[in-house]
């Protein structure tokens, strides 16, 4: 099975919980405990990489905008609203596959060939390396 989904995720609000959020998901979604495990570790492992990312630049964390022009560009925007306009509503909607074994082959033959790629890139680059911000997909 593969689960795909997006959603966006306030870094500043420490009273938000990946685990709660995870079990509140999965028991939506009628989901076992295998998945609500798998998205509580994506969850903090994202949280970690941006964290990480604002340290290393030194960001205050006292509310004041990333001065990092290219860390910048990768949050989003302040929300205004929770609803969605109906041509977001297909990407923020949780989709739920069933693959077939040549499936699992190929996307894990794709992560394989994606990490190796971001590794040769990042080979050359002096000075500081921020993390790699794109989300790991996870595979159970």
């Known amino acids: 099975m593969n689960l795909i989904d997006q959603f966006e995720w306030d870094l500043g609000d420490v009273t938000s919980s990946p685990e709660q959020f995870a079990e509140v998901f999965t028991a939506d979604l009628g989901l076992s405990g295998e998945f609500k495990t798998a998205i509580a570790h994506q969850i903090r492992e994202q949280i970690a990489v941006f964290l990480k990312s604002l340290s290393i630049i030194g960001h205050p964390f006292n509310g004041a905008p990333v001065a990092d022009e290219e860390l910048r560009a990768s949050f989003l925007p302040p929300i205004d609203t929770c609803e969605r306009t109906e041509n977001q509503v297909d990407s923020y909607t949780p989709k739920l596959?069933?693959?077939?074994?040549?499936?699992?082959?190929k996307l894990t033959?794709?992560?394989?060939?994606?990490?190796?790629?971001?590794?040769?890139?990042?080979?050359?680059?002096?000075?500081v390396q921020l993390p790699d911000r794109e989300p790991n997909k996870t595979q159970r």
């Open 109 to 127: 033959k794709e992560r394989e060939r994606d990490a190796r790629r971001k590794r040769r890139q990042t080979k050359g680059r002096r000075g």
């Open 97 to 105: 596959l069933q693959l077939s074994e040549a499936e699992i082959d």
